[in-house]
């Protein structure tokens, strides 16, 4: 999916700053109780001059999802891509997850806030679905493979596992002191002890 160029506005209001502080409101909020006239407010600037940037609250949406959805993509076609067992591939898997939800937080968190309840949350929730499926591809051929128990439905552990990254934007804070690298060690620990088979 294309990213639009982005458009020229008002000096120190760029898309970037703009997308930051959008999520940001639409994560205290909600997105559908955010007006375009309060991130105006916020960002203290008109709302014709947002629209330099963009051309909706939607496409400001969208393109938070995207940030948040291209970076999981990212890693699992870096976990397709890699040669060996398929378990191997799912640890790589949540450990760069981790990582994607480590370095885009906010995003992630408003990912996984959405309801469907406008076309893009749909979209959204699709390319979710779609993630969820390469996941739990990856269990059952780990288990084909021996090395995931076979006791527990595929689709299960792959929501549990996912359950279980998803669950960090709760409490996880990226300035609160523990890394990404040890966050993710701590969770494929607890995660992959229990799913691999003695």
């Known amino acids: 999916m294309s990213t639009p160029a982005p458009r020229r506005g008002r000096p120190g209001y760029d898309l970037e700053s703009l997308l930051t502080i959008a999520v940001k409101v639409f994560n205290e909020r909600g997105y559908e109780a955010t007006s375009m006239e309060e991130l105006s407010r916020k960002l203290g600037i008109t709302k014709s001059a947002i629209y330099h940037h963009v051309s909706s609250k939607d496409e400001l949406l969208r393109l938070a999802m995207d940030r948040a959805l291209d970076g999981l993509f990212t890693v699992a076609e ?13 640890e790589h898997l949540v450990r760069g997850s981790v990582a994607v939800l480590a370095d885009r937080l906010p995003f992630v968190t408003l990912l996984l806030r959405v309801r469907g309840n406008t076309k893009v949350e749909r979209a959204a929730l699709a390319r979710r679905k779609e993630f969820d499926r390469l996941v739990t591809d990856l269990v059952k051929q780990a288990e084909a493979e021996g090395d995931v128990r076979p006791d527990v439905d595929p689709a299960v552990t792959a929501r549990l596992l996912f359950g279980l ?25 607890i995660a992959f002890d229990g799913l691999r088979t003695s």
């Open 78 to 90: 870096e976990a397709m891509a890699l040669d060996g067992r398929a378990i191997h591939r799912l």
């Open 165 to 189: 990254v998803n669950s960090l934007i709760e409490w996880y804070r990226p300035r609160g002191g523990t890394n990404p690298a040890t966050l993710a060690n701590a969770v494929c620990t």
